[in-house]
């Protein structure tokens, strides 16, 4: 099996990646039942899974596969509170895309 990571997105990067697991890191500005809207850079929709517990106004990383209408089908969610840099989360992300060849590779 080859290796192959995981990108770290915010909401432009993610026609990119239709189809691929991504990694998300943002602020939960609400929560609609299996739903829920995430701001990374701009909003982002993620159908949560049944082990996803997360609360409105806090920071929360998602691991999902990105659907064609850009939504993200949450596979695993981990609730960060509510004392997260976000500024500092979608610099990462901006980073890892400018410098791919270190940090994203198929």
Do not use: W
Request: glycine letters at 8%; charged letters at 20%.
């Amino acid at each position: 099996m080859e290796a192959s990571s995981t990108a770290r997105v915010i909401c432009s990067y993610l026609d990119s990646y239709v189809g691929k697991n991504v990694i998300v890191v943002g602020k939960v500005v609400q929560i609609r039942g299996d739903e829920a809207v995430i701001d990374a850079d701009g909003n982002i929709t993620a159908h949560l899974n049944r082990g996803s517990h997360l609360a409105a106004g806090n920071g929360a990383q998602l691991i999902g596969k990105v659907n064609p209408d850009l939504s993200v089908k949450v596979l695993s969610s981990l609730d960060l509170g509510n004392n997260v840099d976000f500024s500092l989360a979608n610099l990462v992300a901006k980073v890892s895309h400018q410098n791919k060849d270190l940090f994203i590779y198929d």
